[in-house]
């Protein structure tokens, strides 16, 4: 690992895998397990960098195919890299834009170079390869990228898992040669699908190239719940104790709390500003549409233990009528709050791992 990253364990629970870490990163340090919120379009959506400090966010991700739409990677280079741009001093993430690519079906073709695919936004042909994803991610300047994979469909057949699999070690050894920056740490991504054996040749592939960090990928793409924990119960055990474990696209309360019980250390996902434009709060593990009448009279706010903003100024009464209204703050105080409630969901979660308490604190969600 460049001397600019590290990983450090703090404590491990002692009846589970489960760790508290510090990841250190050019632009500050990333207390684990940490739940972290995505700016697509290099931005949390309706939320300020501000509002997101508030909230507690350390690391927050931002798009490479999303933001090589627009505004392209040179406008975001020509600003002074990603975080000058959207004025967040802290660590961001890019990913490769692999899963966003793979997600557009029939509109896109594979080939061992990379993905070819039209863009939606102007019909022109775009041409993404490792080389180029990471080219891109030089260009953004997150300080974690990620690399490019290809991300497998469920339900698929083994066979097409296998290829996938085995295009995605070949495409990582690839990123390792294009990549440029030392102040950037490449991250390895662990496919295999739901298949224990290829995830397990996957893991022991990748961690022989003794990367920064590694991640779980292609889970959250439809599989049940459990499939995810088997995956994760799989592949953690094969990754160093000395780095970073970022399980892909997966952030509600008890996929992160097994998740963590596996030794998994961050995660992203974004349901927590989707459901604030859908009118929708996270409170304690429930997911409430304040559209329900229910709300329309109630005048407590939205969850009494929450320090954040929303729940501390407003009562559900005021979000239902926001929300209702479609006035934009309502949608600004959801996601606040929901993207408190996450990130703070794994700030319990380490405290108690630090006290050695993860499982009693944490038993109905294990
Ligand atoms: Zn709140």
Known sequence: MSQSFSFNSQAFCSYTKARAGVFSTPHGNIDTPRFMPVGTLANVKTLTPAQLQAAGAQMILANTYHLHLQPGESIVAGAGGLHK??????PILTDSGGFQVFSLGDIRTISETGVKFRSPRDGSMIDLTPERSIQIQNELGADVIMAFDECPPYPASREEVELATNRTYRWLQRCMKAHQRQDQALFGIVQGGVYADMRSM?????VDLDLPGYAIGGVSV?????????????????????????????????????AIASGI????????????????????????????????????????SCPCYCCQNFSRAYLSHLVRAKEALGFTLLSL????????????????????RFTTEFASWL
Not at 202 to 206: E, I, T, V
Not at 270 to 285: D, E, F, K, N
Not at 337 to 356: C, M, S
């Open 85 to 90: 741009f959207m004025a967040w001093g802290g």
């Open 265 to 304: 250390d961050l995660f992203d996902c974004v349901i927590p500003t989707r459901l604030g434009r859908h009118g929708s709060a996270l409170v304690r593990g429930e997911r409430w549409n304040l559209k329900n009448a229910k709300f329309r009279e109630d005048f407590r706010p939205l969850d009494e």
């Open 222 to 258: 439809g599989e049940p719940g459990e499939l995810i924990d088997d995956i994760v119960k799989v592949t953690t055990p094969l990754l160093p104790e000395d780095k970073p474990r970022y399980l892909m696209g997966v952030g509600t309360h008890r996929e992160m709390v097994r």
């Open 202 to 206: 996957a893991a022991r592939q990748l």
């Open 337 to 356: 709050h929901n993207v408190t409630e996450l990130i703070r969901f794994t700030q319990r979660i380490r405290d108690a791992i630090l006290g050695d």
